[in-house]
């Protein structure tokens, strides 16, 4: 007897069906899985065993052949374990239920318990988008999967469980999910604990209302890190389609919290500059999700930038341009979403004190230019922001006055990325810093002054296109925060002052 039970196999973000199908011939007892399948979905077999015997059901003593279709498709990791068990049932006539609209996704104990499994939440989605109705899945992923609207998710803590739902004896609930959920800011660091630096907080402003690029400059113990850090307090709201996407890839990696399964609060991601390049982009086997990626719709902070290897920062320069970075295999191609603001940090020198006003830098000119050089000249026209970070002042440490709250300055935030939503509507363009060279100078309507001054700053500086268009894009946000329509001289000079320090230490 065949039997075919449904479920789902993903390759980065895009799951697809896999039909599980038993066949129960005779001859000699044996048990094989074909279909591509890579070790983990091999060593099943012994999990199925195992679980069916002890929780009280017969092995088939029989032929038995699984196969995972479509065939051609390499299949990995344990989330076949449940449907190859149901098959199995089905097949040896342990089970009798209609499962043409079900689909089973779940590791097993050897007791018979489900354990979780990663990427449930886009293969619960491409479960909707088949029009499958019931989708039976491991208590611990039950919320993740729940998140998709129109489907049943069924959690499923033991086979036990399952087969007395299945046979009508004992229904298991579906579960629900609380899209409103929200995670704690409480443990967020606060811009009013920064004293000083108002210019460096003007900027990080600036930033997080259009989504641009930063890099810090400055010496040890000016408080770099301390701003960069602060920057998820700042940060707008999510939408709710930029939760799903997030959660996504998050679910893809296997980072998903069980209690929280909707990722509201815009990723942070700041990985020791030791990580290699594929740890950045991501890559495998089978490729998984690399920081830049964990990062999408949030931030990636680089510390120490010039202490991290050429090949991982010239791996950004595609990616930060493009919002996706595409993964080649001998397995197969995946791309993923990484649409990131990149916040960089470093020293302007190895001793760090290159240009300091009270201490004096012991590197020479050649050690502070090779220095400087690690970081190149088309990674670094890609960051729309540049910021000197100077030593902070005495009288702006010992002072007793409050500085501005985050909350303060994230409604200034919001209000500029709400314009921003309303004026890219049906554009698939997220924010300022997104804006396609299409829809740059429809979007960035500059006054006749402010067109002369960039007109000026373009041929004295010796500006390349791309720095043109990140200019028009950091105006855009400065105008978006004082709500004009209109791009003034004002704005477009203070987005051109973004844009200098590349000249004082690079190119001298």
């Not at 220095?371 to 030593?391: F, M, N, Q, T």
Request: hydrophobic share 40%; glycine share 8%; net charge positive.
């Amino acid at each position: 007897m065949v039997a075919k039970v449904n479920s789902l196999g993903i390759m980065g973000l895009d799951a697809f069906l896999v039909a599980i199908e038993a066949d129960l011939a005779g001859g000699l007892p044996s048990f094989d899985v074909v279909g591509l399948p890579d070790a983990s979905v091999k060593e099943s077999r012994n999990r199925v065993k195992s679980a069916l015997k002890n929780c009280g059901f017969d092995f088939p003593t029989s032929k038995i052949t699984i196969n995972l279709a479509p065939a051609d498709v390499k299949k990995e990791g344990s989330v076949y374990d449940l449907p190859i068990l149901v098959a199995l049932l089905v097949a040896s006539g342990q089970l009798d239920a209609r499962l043409e609209n079900a689909a089973f996704l779940g590791e097993l104990s050897l007791s018979g318990d489900l354990c979780p499994v990663k990427g449930v939440l886009p293969m619960a989605l491409r479960a909707k988008d088949l029009g499958i109705s019931e989708l039976f899945v491991p208590a611990a992923n039950a919320c993740e999967g729940a998140l998709v609207a129109g489907l049943n998710v069924y959690p499923v803590d033991n086979i036990n469980a399952l087969h007395m739902h299945l046979t009508g004896k004992k229904r298991i609930l579906p579960a629900t999910a609380d899209l409103d959920i929200a995670q704690s800011n409480h443990s967020l660091l606060d811009f009013s604990q920064v004293k000083g630096q108002y210019e460096a907080k003007r900027a990080l402003e600036i930033a997080a209302a259009g989504g641009h690029n930063v890099i810090l400059i400055g010496s040890p113990g000016a408080g770099k890190s301390m701003l960069a850090k602060r920057i998820p307090s700042i940060l707008p709201d999510m939408t709710m389609a930029e939760s799903i996407e997030t959660t996504k890839i998050y679910s893809v990696a296997g980072l998903i919290d069980s209690r929280t399964p909707l990722i509201t609060a815009r990723p942070f991601r700041a990985p020791h500059h030791t990580i290699s390049a594929i740890g950045l982009s991501g890559g495998g086997a089978m490729p998984r999700p690399g920081e830049i990626s964990l990062a999408h719709n949030g931030v990636l902070f680089l510390d120490e930038l010039p202490e991290f290897s050429r090949n991982a920062m010239e791996i950004l320069r595609q990616p930060i341009e493009d919002g996706e970075v595409t993964i080649s295999r001998v397995n197969g191609t995946v791309t993923y979403p990484c649409s990131v603001m990149l916040i960089a940090a470093m020293n302007p020198c190895p001793c760090g004190y290159y240009g300091h006003p009270s201490k004096n830098c012991i590197c020479s000119s050649t050690i502070v230019s090779k220095y400087l050089a690690k970081v190149s000249g088309p990674l670094l026209d890609r960051i729309d922001i540049h910021i000197e970070v100077p030593p902070i002042e005495y009288s702006d440490l010992a002072s007793k006055k409050d500085s501005e709250t985050s909350a303060k300055i994230k409604s200034r935030v919001n209000a500029a990325r709400k314009i921003q939503l309303e004026r890219f509507k049906g554009l698939n363009i997220s924010a300022n810093a997104k804006i396609t060279p299409d829809f740059l100078h429809k979007s960035c309507i500059l006054s006749k002054n402010a067109e002369n001054l960039l007109k000026k700053a373009f041929d004295s500086m010796g500006l390349s296109a791309r720095a043109y268009s990140r200019i028009l894009k950091v105006a855009r946000t400065i105008a978006d925060l004082g709500f004009s329509e209109e791009i003034k001289s004002s704005h477009v000079a203070e987005a051109i002052q973004y844009r200098s320090l590349d000249r004082k230490y690079w190119f001298r």
